[in-house]
């Protein structure tokens, strides 16, 4: 059974960092991608960042030159840095592992085939 498991979360003061983590336990993360998504109250999920099998990533614009993702294949983990906090990152978090496909863009929900339960991420202002 193929677990993905969030933590790192809390609050925050803006300006302010926190760093997350998943880590995946049921499956190799080799040849996957991994990602982050997000939903804020009110809100529908959204993208915020993924990472490919070669370390290629991508990034939401709103999170650009803030936010950075890293993955460990060995630990079977991926770390979301998140600086620069602003009360508009105010949201649960997501971490995602998308199969390989070719026709994937890997930036929409649909990408990913599992999810985590999520983080809470709050950014006061």
């Known amino acids: 059974q193929v677990q993905l498991v969030e933590s790192g979360g809390g609050l925050v003061q803006s300006g302010g960092s926190l760093r997350l983590s998943c880590v995946i336990s049921g499956r190799t993360m080799c040849g996957s991608a991994m990602a982050w998504f997000r939903r804020a109250p009110g809100k529908e999920r959204e993208f915020v960042s993924y990472i490919l099998w070669n370390s290629n990533t991508s990034y939401a614009d709103s999170v650009k030159a803030r936010f950075t993702l890293s993955r460990d294949n060995a630990e079977k983990a991926v770390y979301l840095q998140m600086n620069s906090l602003e009360p508009e990152d105010t949201a649960v978090y997501y971490c995602?592992?998308?199969?390989?496909?070719?026709?994937?863009?890997?930036?929409?929900?649909?990408?990913?085939?599992?999810w985590g339960q999520g983080t809470q991420v709050t950014v006061s202002s």
């Open positions: 995602a592992l998308g199969r390989f496909n070719s026709f994937k863009k890997y930036d929409r929900s649909p990408d990913y085939e599992f």
